[in-house]
């Protein structure tokens, strides 16, 4: 079973910066695929950044070239660096760690992104 632990989230004015940091637990957290995923009011849930174990990435179209995913796998830990927020960036963002049909979530942390 892995714990995930997300942190980071405010209350920020468009153009502002955030970083979101996800602790996990466990000892195969090098294995997992690790995701960020976010969901607006009465929206879909969203890939937003994924890094996969090979540390390859990928992001969703409209943060690329603002939002950086990275993952430090000696602390457990993966990121999200948020610059250049917009206020369709708004909503909660939820961690995610997925091995083949092993998936685990986080609770979420809330970024609001004023205008």
């Known amino acids: 079973q892995v714990h995930l632990v997300e942190s980071g989230g405010g209350l920020v004015q468009a153009g502002g910066s955030l970083q979101l940091s996800c602790a996990a637990s466990g000892t195969s957290f090098r294995l997992y695929d690790m995701g960020w995923y976010r969901q607006a009011p009465g929206k879909q849930r969203e890939l937003v950044a994924r890094i996969r174990n090979t540390g390859s990435t990928n992001y969703k179209d409209s943060v690329k070239g603002r939002f950086t995913i990275s993952r430090d796998n000696a602390k457990n830990t993966v990121y999200l660096q948020m610059n250049s927020l917009k206020p369709e960036d708004t909503g909660v963002y939820y961690c995610?760690?997925?091995?083949?049909?092993?998936?685990?979530w986080g609770q979420g942390t809330q970024v609001t992104v004023s205008s």
């Open positions: 995610n760690a997925e091995l083949i049909t092993y998936n685990y």
